[in-house]
């Protein structure tokens, strides 16, 4: 490093860190890191040894100090978070200050407790940088960051992106591996500390204060030097652990231009975090990749062990060779022994003591991957990433800040049997109409899924509100636990303090926003509400859903109303209904204000024509169940008058015609009467027979199979239609024909061979064969050639 510089910028930097930062006789003591290192860690161990300090102060939110006790306490197990929620007028801001079992901070405050020394945070709350100004310029539009901590002014300097090249590293990770991780544990401490200083120092000095400033740099060390400033009237020995690129800030004597301003009100809650989160790969800026890996070279340390990268590496390459087998790929013994070798090798061609976590991966790729590097040929790699990132959850110990709605989601996974000690995605069947418990789930798992806390995702079973697979016994849930999913209960703890609390209160905001006139949407939400098992909010809705059905005209709202009351009746069992009757005296109230409202549907809305038309065929077999004759009498009344109306839609018209046909109220013979008049009709009529047709097929499509002359008839229609009037309703004909099963299209299929006196094979055989087609399209691109040589065309 010394080799890039002018001697006497490395006299200063020398001077500085040995007088000013890292001088163990000082009453202050300034400890340089780089978030999540492994050997800032190791170093500040021996430093804390050495030093013995009366106190250490970390660069953290100081609004979090409350919470030191809970991160350092022997039940908490890495990774964990401090979860910060802001809320202004316009947007609601959060972030995480996360800990690994070697991120400096935690060995900071887990050292201090051993000791029986204090230790505080230093830093600005996140609402006060958020608050804070400068010039004019709010820092929100600076700091809106899912980290408290941010790398990328450290990382992307200029002097760091020339050291990369210089010493031909790809990246910067793999440039602080290299200097600070494998040699930086081999150096003695104030050479370490010094190295480090030297090099956030020459980061920094690529900015000018200008920047400083508009990213919150000046502000922040203003205040940590305020906070050092008032332990330095208490304490003897005061150990500073911050990142490296404020430590110079700290040691300068200016204020910056800015003034902070106490936020308002802000959230403060420790929560458990995963290696997939803090792993810099997925997104988190200032972390390290490949988690797991440090966490396995910092255990190595703490063993003592002369070659810890090396260790790791071991643990490694067995795992990926077991695991990837287990996914059935064709790997051997030879395979891992070939790629530790490569690594060795690669380290020595590297100038590094030890293999680490890039020579690793390279050596990998080279050994286990067969062929150029591919989608298909990148299993090993990508298995490999995974293992080094890894898939555990923290844990926080119990403690009075521990949200209740968390606290319940955790309980109730527990009594659930659901394994969220892990971050992977598992499955759970449910068995819905036999077990008890699986029913309990299910509700667990839709309150979740219903408050967005992406814990889990229904992958098959019944949708009731949508009103598919209903016959379906069993659901399928994939879910997972992580730290989103705990920052999302956390957000919803406004609700409630259970799940089930938060639920009922979320859906009941939701419900007083909407029209009592429309009586669906009050339906729905009473289903949402007996899905997820709200007993209490259910019978609230209901009687909403009673009032609202008295107010509601419109007929396609009834029906939906009605269609979901059905739904209840017929799953009481299923959610546990105790009030039927009430439940059935409504569905003959809702039923009987959706039928009168039939006739008044002759001139409907074109985008409603198709909802109408399912919903009529509903109306019908709802009535099929009535035993009273007068709804049916009704029922069939304003059928009747709603085809005698002259506007009424060919697709209603079709729907109407089946069902008084179906219910002994018309002659069978005018279906087909009905559809001669539009097939042999004026030209306007004749594009109408799709239409109509698809109204009958929709409620009735066995009049094709027992009224030959409807197929005749249809059939001299086609023949006759030209090219343009055929291209015209060909696709209106081809959907009308969508509700016939497979096996009704085979003995369609025999009627119409029938027709032309042919069976079905020569019926459905291509007209020209493809071996034919190939032939003609081969000679017309010869015959083509040939006369262009002789310029005919």
Not at 191 to 209: G, I, M, N, T, W
Not at 355 to 373: H, I, M, N, P, Q
């Amino acid at each position: 490093m010394g080799s890039l510089l002018q001697r006497e910028e490395m006299d200063q930097i020398n001077r500085l860190a040995e007088e000013e930062v890292y001088d163990l006789r000082k009453q202050v003591v300034y400890f340089p890191i780089r978030h999540h290192s492994p050997a800032c860690s190791f170093h500040l161990k021996k430093t804390i040894e050495a030093y013995q300090p009366e106190i250490i102060l970390i660069e953290g939110p100081d609004n979090s100090n409350h919470i030191i006790p809970i991160l350092a306490n022997e039940q908490t197990k890495p990774p964990v978070s401090i979860y910060y929620a802001y809320t202004t007028d316009e947007q609601k801001y959060v972030c995480y200050f996360p800990f690994l079992s070697y991120s400096p901070e935690y060995v900071a405050l887990v050292e201090a407790g051993k000791r029986g020394i204090p230790a505080a945070f230093i830093d600005l709350g996140y609402g006060s940088r958020l608050e804070s100004t400068e010039d004019g310029h709010d820092l929100k539009k600076h700091n809106e960051k899912l980290s408290y901590h941010d790398e990328r002014m450290l990382a992307g300097s200029v002097f760091i992106q020339r050291l990369c090249t210089t010493l031909k590293c790809r990246n910067f990770d793999e440039l602080w591996e290299k200097v600070f991780e494998i040699g930086g544990i081999r150096k003695p401490t104030a050479e370490f500390v010094k190295d480090v200083f030297a090099y956030c120092y020459l980061s920094r000095k690529c900015y000018d204060d200008a920047t400083l400033e508009s990213e919150g740099d000046l502000i922040r060390e203003a205040h940590m030097r305020k906070k050092i400033a008032e332990a330095r009237k208490q304490h003897a020995r005061i150990l500073v652990v911050t990142g490296g690129f404020h430590t110079y800030g700290l040691l300068e004597d200016r204020t910056a231009n800015c003034t902070v301003k106490k936020a308002k009100e802000e959230k403060v809650y420790p929560m458990v975090y995963t290696y997939q989160e803090a792993d810099q790969l997925n997104g988190y800026a200032s972390g390290m990749p490949f988690v797991h890996y440090y966490e396995n070279v910092w255990r190595a340390l703490e063993k003592k062990e002369s070659t810890p990268f090396t260790k790791s590496a071991l643990v490694y390459l067995p795992q990926l060779l077991r695991k990837l087998r287990d996914q059935g790929e064709s790997t051997s013994t030879a395979d891992a022994i070939e790629a530790y070798s490569l690594m060795s090798g690669l380290a020595v061609m590297r100038d590094k003591s030890e293999a680490g976590a890039y020579e690793l991966v390279d050596s990998v790729l080279s050994a286990f991957t067969k062929g150029e590097r591919s989608i298909a040929t990148s299993g090993p790699i990508d298995t490999l990433r995974e293992l080094m990132t890894g898939d555990g959850i923290g844990q926080v110990a119990k403690n009075d800040l521990d949200v209740p709605i968390v606290r319940d989601c955790k309980e109730k996974c527990k009594g659930l049997k659901l394994q969220i000690s892990t971050t992977g995605r598992n499955q759970k069947i449910l068995e819905l109409y036999a077990k008890k418990s699986h029913r309990t789930a299910s509700q667990f798992f839709h309150c979740m899924l219903f408050l967005g806390t992406e814990f889990c995702a229904k992958e098959a079973g019944p949708d009731w509100m949508n009103y598919k697979h209903v016959n379906l016994v069993r659901e399928t849930w994939r879910y997972g636990y992580s730290s989103y999913v705990e920052a999302r209960l956390i957000e919803n703890s406004i609700y409630g303090g259970t799940v089930q609390e938060a639920a009922a209160k979320k859906l009941e905001g939701m419900v007083k926003e909407l029209p009592q006139h429309q009586s669906h949407e009050l339906a729905k939400w009473l289903l949402q509400a007996v899905v997820m098992g709200l007993e209490e909010l259910g019978t609230r809705l209901f009687e909403l859903v009673e009032q609202s059905v008295k107010q509601d005209g419109h007929f396609l709202s009834l029906c939906h109303t009605l269609k979901i009351l059905t739904i209840l009746h017929e799953q009481k069992r299923l959610f546990g209904l105790q009030e039927t009757v009430r439940i059935q005296r409504l569905i003959d109230e809702v039923y009987y204000q959706a039928i009168t409202k039939i006739a008044e549907q002759n001139n409907p809305n074109p985008d409603e024509l198709g909802e109408i038309a399912e919903q009529l065929k509903f109306l019908y077999m709802v009535s099929r169940q009535k035993k009273s004759d007068a709804s049916s009498e009704i029922f069939s009344d304003q059928l009747q008058e709603l085809l005698r109306s002259a506007k009424v839609p060919a697709k209603l018209e079709g729907v109407v015609t089946a069902i008084l046909c179906n219910m002994d109220v018309r002659e069978r013979e005018e279906v087909s009467r009905r559809a001669r008049a539009y097939m042999f009709g004026s030209p306007d009529q004749r594009l109408h027979t799709a239409a109509y047709l698809h109204g009958v097929f929709l409620v009735a499509r066995d009049y094709l199979f027992y009224e030959d002359e409807l197929l005749d008839d249809l059939n001299q229609m086609i023949a006759g239609l030209s090219y343009d009037d055929f291209i015209q309703i060909v696709p209106e004909l081809r959907l009308a024909f969508t509700y016939f099963s497979p096996m009704e299209i085979t003995m369609l299929s025999e009627k119409v061979a029938a027709l032309f006196q042919t069976d079905v094979v020569e019926l459905t055989f291509p007209a020209v064969d493809e071996p034919t087609l190939r032939q003609a399209r081969m000679l017309d691109m010869g015959i083509k050639e040939e006369f262009a040589k002789w310029n005919l065309i």
